[in-house]
């Protein structure tokens, strides 16, 4: 039973599967979804999919007394397809769009048009402050040969980047949203490792739902089962991350999935199962909130935590090859088509180089021929600045981890050398933060 | 003279105008520069527009012994041409790309291949932790009819976002960059104030440098002066910007630009003007880091903040605006492609249409226009895609600020309800923070 110094806090995160004209019975899952909600009355809730603007509008008339406040993350093209409603004021946005996230040519795929980011919200809950995250990472299309692991693993790279560096100052973080990774894929171990964030089925006390966690399951009738190959049940790429401060102690209560079919309906909620967190608060009397960036961290965890970023930096580097090779194809390709471009003027101002005086270059086949040579050329320039930008974001990505290493094994070498534990984060140290040898 | 508990801190920006083939006299410039950091020694070194990933290792190479720590921050097609070198140990590096930043068909302006973004990086300074940004916003081609100042004043509000929600828990902030904004722009002042960043040339104690602070003056070899119209002298949109906190209080002892011309070399370092500011740093006996995102603003900032904010909301609605022209005009252009080469296709079709049966559709016209056809079809295409995505960006901005006034306002009734200055902010609060009701 909750006492005074306790709250609790029920978070819902959905992937939705909105897309217009492409996702069966999407305005009856959107009711379905919407009933759901304002009856479960969740403190947060966390969408991802919600492509139009238009179903978060449906959501929030249908959600306004139960969750009167509500953002809506745009980005991209598309948008980033986030929504986020909540039960408590929200105070503050903020989006982080990421650097890779596909290729506009993969148009079926859609994910380069989805702009996926990572938005934050601030709420107040009474006194307390939380930073809110929903995301959703780039689609895995195949496990075997996932040609998009570079840019996921850039992403749960800056997904951490960003979580670390903007919760500081919170009494308590939740995560929630479609990670497109498995428990134990490099970037869901990046990012628990490194933000210190608790993932909710492995912490919770009490779970009820589909075998495993699984939450985008075989059974689903939206699901073609060939696309979950090797699995043959279902996977887990549903997250709620949680962690708490100084000020606030969390513990994972329950935990909860949809199994599927919805009582009195004819289909699930969408395509991935809905996630439900119970979370539990205690106030600590001790200590303050998440005043430093990084996680107070153990010699172990330090030393697991350089080998998971140098793992990711081999990731980032085979990317980085891949993405070399495809703009030297694009490359190749544009100076193919200029040096074709070159020979049909040739042939045209000195017709008898290939086709004799008396046969002049046929103008039909001039102008097709030059169309073709200046789409070639467009399209190889289009791809070549794009790659470019692939190698750029890339490259300040390894930078990024290149140095985080070296801190890191700094920090390792410190603990060697017999200081003491957190020696950088140590509250005490704040009492006294200038031992800087003074200029002169 | 310093003490142990102060410490003295200089700080070093400059806009290299380092392009490329098209800089004048850029390697010497370089090496001026080189030479100019590694006998000053200067503890921060922010610079701008070093294009050329060759110019950074050149740097880099030069000041190993001076400023053995640096960061260079890749973005876009070319770069975001910022670099950072340090004296003190960098411990940790983030950039944040700015959502808009013109438009790529712009390309002899070259803002947007440029990828503008805020960098940051934490640097150890001792115990202290400083969070040092460095950035460039998009050029201001036309002051009379300026185009891109919606992207600007985006560009602005993300800058202050990112800074306000990242640079939690630092000791110390200090942002350099060129703005290309003037002290009273909108962006400048809301900048400020949400921050709570002071500006190095009005703070500091002591000035020596251009008259009025210009940074990007008429003089300058470099300059046309017709495109400072209608300054005549010059402009400052250059900054350092610093703050201090509850453990490090900071003061600019001095602030100097560079003017003009360099004793025995026959040009400039740059086109613009380089800042040097003396910070000086003093330990404060109580209270802690940046616990807070939010600056600590009195009733008065408060009704400021919600001006500028508005007005920022304004600017960006005029934005927006302009896009959905454009946007539209993209879409008109594609529909006309599209019927241009439905009524080609019907003509040649049926000849009699209009050229009479006698006369087919000759070749050479019907592919000429069948491929100016498909060109306005995939560029209207293309357009439509970019603005689409310019519109998302504007109306996430504008969400954002329209969140972020209802916030101020709530917190301004606040003061009015005569609750004591800064109650969500006291530190006193993290004592108890919680004063939620729990359920049930």
Redesign the interface.
């Known amino acids: 039973m909750?006492?005074?110094?306790?709250?609790?806090l029920r978070v819902f995160s959905l992937n939705c599967w909105g897309i217009r004209y492409l996702s069966k019975h999407r305005l009856q899952r959107y009711a379905m979804i919407g009933e759901l909600l304002s009856k479960e009355q969740h403190d947060i809730v966390l969408l991802q999919e919600v492509w139009s603007e238009k179903d978060f509008l449906g959501l929030k008339r249908k959600l306004s007394s139960s969750h009167p406040h509500s953002?809506?993350?745009?980005?991209?093209?598309i948008?980033s397809g986030l929504a986020t409603f909540s039960r408590h004021?929200?105070?503050?946005?903020?989006?982080?769009?990421y650097?890779l996230n596909g290729y506009p040519y993969m148009a079926h795929q859609g994910d380069w048009?989805g702009?996926k980011s990572v938005g934050?919200v601030?709420l107040?809950?009474?006194?307390?402050?939380a930073h809110v995250y929903v995301t959703h990472l780039h689609a895995e299309y195949c496990r075997e040969k996932d040609s998009y692991l570079p840019h996921r693993v850039v992403q749960a790279w800056e997904l951490q980047?960003?979580i670390r560096?903007?919760s500081?100052?919170s009494?308590l973080v939740i995560l929630g949203g479609d990670l497109n990774m498995h428990p134990q894929d490099l970037g869901t171990r990046l990012l628990r490792t490194s933000t210190g964030l608790l993932d909710g089925y492995t912490e919770t006390a009490k779970f009820d739902g589909c075998e495993d966690g699984f939450t985008h399951v075989a059974d689903n009738p939206f699901i073609n089962p060939k696309e979950l190959y090797p699995f043959d049940k279902g996977i887990r790429i549903d997250y709620i991350f949680y962690k708490g401060s100084g000020?606030?102690s969390v513990r994972c209560e329950s935990l909860s999935t949809t199994k599927g079919s919805v009582p009195n309906q004819p289909f699930p909620y969408s395509d991935h199962e809905a996630l439900c967190a119970e979370l539990q608060?205690q106030?600590q009397t001790a200590g303050?909130?998440?005043?430093?960036?990084e996680p107070d961290l153990a010699a172990g965890k330090l030393a697991e935590l350089v080998d998971i970023v140098t793992e990711a930096r081999t990731e980032v580097k085979v990317g980085l090859h891949c993405a070399e090779r495809r703009r030297y194809t694009a490359a190749r390709t544009g100076v193919m088509g200029l040096a074709l471009l070159l020979l049909e003027l040739a042939i045209a101002a000195v017709p008898c180089l290939a086709l004799g005086a008396d046969q002049p270059f046929p103008?039909?086949s001039?102008?097709?021929l030059?169309?073709l040579c200046?789409?070639i050329l467009f399209s190889a320039f289009l791809l070549y600045?794009f790659y470019?930008?692939e190698l750029?974001?890339l490259?300040?990505a390894e930078?990024?981890m290149r140095?985080?290493v070296g801190?890191l094994q700094?920090r390792l070498k410190e603990f060697s050398t017999a200081q003491p534990l957190n020696s950088?984060c140590r509250p005490s140290?704040?009492q006294?933060?200038?031992?800087?040898?003074?200029?002169?």
Do not use: W
Not at 288 to 293: E, V
Not at 432 to 438: A, K, N, Q, S, V
């Open positions: 909750a006492d005074s110094n306790s709250v609790r953002h809506y993350f745009r980005s991209g093209v948008g004021s929200i105070h503050d946005a903020f989006l982080y769009r650097s048009f702009g934050m601030i107040k809950i009474g006194r307390l402050t980047q960003f560096h903007t500081c100052g009494d000020t606030v608060l106030n303050g909130g998440n005043t430093r960036k103008r039909a001039f102008y097709l030059g169309a200046f789409a600045v470019t930008m750029k974001a490259q300040g930078d990024q140095l985080a801190s700094e950088i140290d704040r006294d933060p200038f031992c800087l040898e003074p200029k002169e």
